[in-house]
């Protein structure tokens, strides 16, 4: 769409930064076991961009995801959420801070069985006891093209309709920032494309800023910036030029 | 977030209505016996209304000591006189109403199981509650009427004869009439009428009433014509209005009833406490499998609390389904339980079941209280489950294993236990809160071994699977490592089984202890071969009939012995009296203080005390001691000699001479006779002999048994019981086999993938089927050894303070081994569902189940 939106990082563009992270450590175990996930990440996430997160396995990408997210706390460094430390919180406030703030979609789809599409797409806003904008909703439904399955229960769902249904309900709340972790990882090529081009129109057509981890060079590609980590170490950052662009990214990074 | 529960409740009702029946059998239990003794009071009630609905006074004696055949004194037919001159009488009437026998042509009883008889006499029609469906009231002394339900049982018509016995010999009448009380039957007791006089001849009771019934001219109220009537007549009497004195003895009736009630409630709280275990372990494998759903929940923002809840919403409304399903189980119970007694002849009284607004708010707090309790912890442990859960593809919650923690934990509570359990049994608490402490504190003597248990279960099961590794082979192998994999699991499924079989082992060696103790007691203290006792050994029977057996060929001695129960110093003891002449022939003292001849050479005034009895009260030979009798009376006595005190308290705590129990206790009527035979007499030659005699002399209510058959009565008795406390802890054991049910279809949920990969690589549904019995079989049966050996160290503990009374242990091994073969073969019964359900498993799918 416009070209200021897929202006290479390094031009350190206008756009505020949504998520900031400075000095990120992260080890785990000690002594001869100790295992450094993360060794000095900085990073910044402007708002309404598509960022995808790359590296083999072991290099620390998931780990990222998961402390800039909340799930997981750095062993040094902070992070920054829509100006908020989000490093110190407690339980409750980062109950709070997923409720307003974040959206995730996972491989493995996690919708409930037992409640519909429809349902599952609603679970944040009942849980956060919210009442749900009806227009915004039947906008995140058609968007995901899922209409006419509204009321069906996942199990009748093909896994690619899961998966929609798993980014609907991650857009309902209009999330500040949707992390998405290996979003297409269970899914067939038709599927995957149709998923990826959901969360891209997502930042296009309304801003929505995405974290994606991915090992997927043709999922990374529909990203607006590619950062990769080896070791535990930031070590490339650009815009992504193609998808076998990418595969020679990953070659380098062994 | 609620209507998610109610949805996962639905998609998993088949789990919830399991995880139900754990509370539904111990709800059932609780509601039934509420129902039933209701339904009882409530008829009891209506009958005492019934039985004085023309009464507007009535006077009897108060009882100073309870009688245990629950008999009040009579009083001199006298005082009638006074209170006939009293303003406001417009009727006054004095009657008999005593327990006696009834027999039917043949001499048998009419009354069924040990339901009371009783032998009435009619009087003024004013006061007549009964109705006559057939015939007509005694018009002669040789007439007598019957209930219409016990002239039914014993297929009696008019113008057969039938037998009273009173405290003399048997006497015949025509049946003339047949009664009915109102509306309602007389709850099994049989209930004859004669004229008043011929009913005082009877029961001993000339010149005597049990009570005097007053009707009030008009104008006169029944509280003014009391306090009118009191004042006439002596201290010793109660004068009461008709509602106070059926409320009075409806409470009494209750008060009776209550034990029974406390008792069938014990048993309902064992259930529901195994229930807990099954709960416990329901929810908890339901947490673990449902973490990766509570983790995504919290990324989407759900709090702890929020998570927490939905768990305890689950528990609330499983307890409400449990406690609902409970209560109409416990209708049904009560409901055939009646029909039950009903054909054994002990009838409730005919009436509708009560089900009181308590019965209802009781069940359904209990049952709720007890699911959402048990489900506390695994919703605690939901809450601690981490959003980040939702990403990974296992993880284990809670998997910190704080053995110190437990061990510790295990440690105090079970030596809490312990502690709780001998200061009760040392300590020598009297019945309900002595009981109640020893549950306690086996309550958290079990809890503790069950906290420590999942250390056992890898041990157990390597041990218990041998065999079926042997035979079975690979499936044995794989069914003993799943019952190792989770040994938590494993441990609360044995666990709640555990209790059950602990309890049944206990009840099983305390039985058969009791059984070879009482034998001991009878071989060593009844040298005599024959023992005399009144019908069924509930009533006592009529003094000639010692003399008649003293008579018959072979006999060399016969001695009745009488009871009483009165206060020794203020503490209400058992009292008996013996026939000084013979007495050493036939029963064997065991002397602390004192020998033989102090029996022989008994005077009036002195007093054979029992030790437990001089114990308690402090006194040694040659003190004084004051004996209260029924009226109130008292007198004093001389302690002569100390016995010790046997466990069948055949000579109950007390003895005295044959004339102070007939003129200052009114006893006179014989509860056993012990008899001799001259040696070289044949045994059963003689026992037919005295059988006849007493027959013939009209003294058919006497049953004469020789040791053996006295062994086997009492065994009998003692097996009656057991049979009962058995089939009541059938019900925890029957909610701990559910317990195994869920918990293997739980197990096979989760393994699904590993189901299908073992059916993939060539293992057949039968193969499947048998690691799955064989995993049901290792849990029951680590539950039936470990109960089994609670079991033992229990009745061991508790049998120590009881052998200084006589008491010795015995272990029926046998019966042990038998009830952990049957264990097991209820494994293998609780395994069919779950075995059936993971052989049908379908291959692919499992292996692609997500």
């Given at each position: 769409m416009e070209s200021t939106l897929a202006a290479p990082s390094e031009s350190q563009s206008s756009a505020s930064p949504i998520v900031r992270a400075t000095g990120l450590e992260r080890v785990y175990g000690e002594g001869q076991a100790e295992v450094r996930a993360l060794d000095g990440v900085d990073v910044e996430f402007e708002k309404g961009r598509f960022t995808s997160i790359m590296g083999p396995s072991g290099s620390g990408k998931s780990t990222l995801m998961h402390i800039l997210a909340g799930l997981d706390k750095p062993t040094a460094g902070t992070v920054e959420i829509d100006g908020q430390d989000i490093t110190g919180l407690d339980d409750g406030e980062l109950t709070q801070l997923r409720r307003d703030k974040l959206g995730f979609v996972f491989q493995f789809f996690n919708l409930l069985p037992v409640l519909t599409a429809e349902e599952n797409i609603l679970l944040p806003l009942s849980i956060a006891r919210k009442k749900p904008d009806r227009e915004w909703v039947d906008q995140v439904i058609d968007r995901v093209g899922l209409t006419d399955r509204r009321d069906h229960r996942p199990s009748e769902l093909s896994g690619g309709q899961q998966q929609r249904v798993a980014v609907a309900r991650a857009l309902v709340t209009k999330p500040a920032v949707l992390f998405a972790d290996e979003p297409t990882g269970n899914l067939d090529s038709k599927a995957s494309e149709d998923v990826l081009k959901m969360l891209r129109a997502a930042v296009d057509e309304t801003g929505q800023t995405v974290i994606m981890v991915t090992h997927e060079p043709d999922a990374a590609a529909h990203g607006d910036r590619l950062i990769a980590l080896r070791d535990g170490k930031l070590v490339h950052d650009a815009p992504p030029v193609s998808a076998d662009n990418v595969i020679e990214l990953l070659k380098t990074l062994g | 977030m609620l209507s998610l529960t109610f949805k996962n409740l639905w998609a998993r009702k088949w789990r919830s209505m399991m995880t139900a029946v754990a509370v539904i059998f111990g709800i059932a239990l609780v509601a039934g016996t509420y129902i039933l003794t209701d339904t009882t009071n409530q008829a009891f009630d209506q009958i005492f209304n019934e039985s004085l609905a023309g009464t507007d006074v009535v006077v009897t004696a108060k009882s100073e000591v309870d009688q245990q055949d629950g008999s009040t004194p009579a009083f001199p037919a006298k005082i009638l006189k006074k209170v006939d001159q009293v303003d406001g009488v417009k009727v006054a009437a004095g009657s008999i109403f005593t327990q006696g026998a009834i027999l039917d042509d043949k001499g048998d009883s009419v009354g069924g199981g040990f339901a009371p008889q009783f032998i009435a006499s009619t009087g003024p029609r004013v006061f007549e509650a009964v109705t006559y469906p057939q015939g007509h009231p005694p018009t002669s002394a040789h007439e007598a009427t019957l209930d219409e339900a016990a002239a039914d049982r014993a297929d009696l018509k008019l113008g057969d004869t039938i037998e009273l016995v009173g405290t003399r010999k048997a006497v015949p009448f025509r049946l003339v009439g047949l009664t009915q009380l109102g509306g309602s039957s007389f709850g099994g007791s049989s209930i004859a009428q004669v004229e008043l006089p011929v009913a005082q001849k009877i029961t001993g009771k000339e010149g005597e009433y049990d009570q005097i019934s007053i009707a009030a001219d008009s104008g006169v109220s029944p509280e003014e014509l009391r306090d009118r009537v009191s004042e006439v007549v002596p201290k010793g009497l109660r004068v009461e209005t008709a509602q106070e004195n059926a409320d009075r003895n409806a409470s009494e009736i209750r008060d009776s009833l209550q034990f029974l009630t406390i008792a069938l409630l014990a048993f309902a709280a064992i259930a529901l406490f195994v229930g807990s275990f099954v709960i416990f372990n329901v929810f908890s494998i339901t947490v673990a499998q449902r973490t990766r759903e509570f983790g995504m929940l919290r990324t989407l923002g759900a709090s702890r609390r929020q998570i927490l809840s939905t768990v305890m919403i689950e528990g609330l409304i499983i307890g409400l389904v449990g406690s609902l399903l409970g209560l109409l189980v416990g209708y049904g119970l009560a409901a055939g339980l009646s029909a039950v007694l009903k054909a054994v002849g002990a009838e409730l009284p005919a009436n509708s079941l009560q089900v009181l607004p308590r019965t209802i708010i009781v069940s359904l707090l209990i049952g709720v209280g007890v699911t959402l309790v048990s489900s506390l912890i695994p919703a605690f442990r939901s809450t601690r489950?981490?959003?980040i859960a939702a990403l990974s593809e296992n993880l284990e919650v809670g998997g910190k294993n704080r053995v110190v923690v437990r061990t510790v934990i295990a440690v105090l509570l079970g030596l809490l236990g312990l502690a709780l359990v001998a200061t009760a049994l040392i300590g020598g608490k009297d019945g309900g809160s002595g009981a109640a402490q020893i549950g306690a504190g086996a309550v958290c003597v079990l809890i503790a071994i069950s906290i420590f248990a999942p250390k056992l279960v890898s041990p157990a099961a390597r041990i218990i699977g041998a065999p079926l590794e042997r035979f079975g082979g690979l499936t044995g192998r794989l069914a003993r490592e799943n019952a190792q994999r989770n040994p938590s699991r494993t441990a609360v499924t044995a666990a709640a089984l555990m209790i059950g079989l602990a309890l049944i082992a206990f009840v099983t060696i305390f039985a058969s202890g009791l059984s070879s103790s009482v034998n001991k007691v009878i071989e060593d203290q009844l040298p005599g071969e024959i023992i005399l006792q009144g019908q069924g050994g509930i009533l006592p029977f009529p003094a000639g009939a010692v003399t008649v057996v003293q008579k018959?060929?072979?006999?060399e001695a016969a001695s009745g012995v009488r009871y009483v129960s009165a206060k020794v110093d203020g503490k209400t003891a058992s009292i008996s009296s013996v026939d000084p002449a013979d007495i050493v022939k036939v029963y064997t003292v065991e002397w602390e203080e004192g020998s033989d001849s102090d029996l022989t050479g008994l005077t009036d005034g002195q007093i054979v005390i029992g030790n437990k009895l001089a114990d308690s009260l402090d006194v040694g030979v040659g003190d004084k001691v004051t004996l209260t009798s029924q009226k109130g009376q008292k007198f004093p006595f001389q302690v002569s000699a100390i016995m010790k005190t046997d466990?069948?308290?055949?000579?109950?705590e007390g003895i005295i001479s044959q004339s102070s129990m007939a003129r200052d206790f009114n006893q006179k009527s014989d509860a056993v006779g012990l008899v001799k035979l001259d040696t070289g007499a044949d045994l059963d030659q003689t026992q037919t002999a005295i059988e006849d005699a007493l027959k013939k002399q009209d003294f058919p209510t006497v049953d004469v048994l020789n040791q053996g058959e006295l062994k086997d009565q009492q065994k009998s008795q003692i097996n009656g019981l057991l049979a009962m406390i058995y089939v009541l802890l059938a019900l925890a054991v029957i909610v701990s086999l559910v317990g195994i049910v869920v918990t293997l279809i739980l197990s096979i949920y989760e393994r699904t993938r590993e189901l299908g990969m073992l059916r993939a690589v060539g293992m057949s549904r039968r193969q499947v089927k048998r690691m799955v019995r064989y995993e049901a079989v290792i849990t029951a049966v680590i539950g039936a050894v470990s109960g089994l050996i609670v079991g033992v160290i229990f009745a061991f503990l508790i049998g120590i303070p009881l052998s200084g009374d006589g008491f010795n242990l015995s272990y029926p091994i046998g019966t042990l081994i038998l009830i952990l073969i049957l264990t097991a073969v209820a494994g293998v019964i609780a395994a069919i569902y779950p075995a059936r359900k993971a052989a049908k498993l379908d291959v692919l799918e499992a292996v692609s189940y997500e």
């Open positions: - | 489950v981490p959003p018959v060929d072979g006999v466990s069948i308290a055949l000579a109950g």
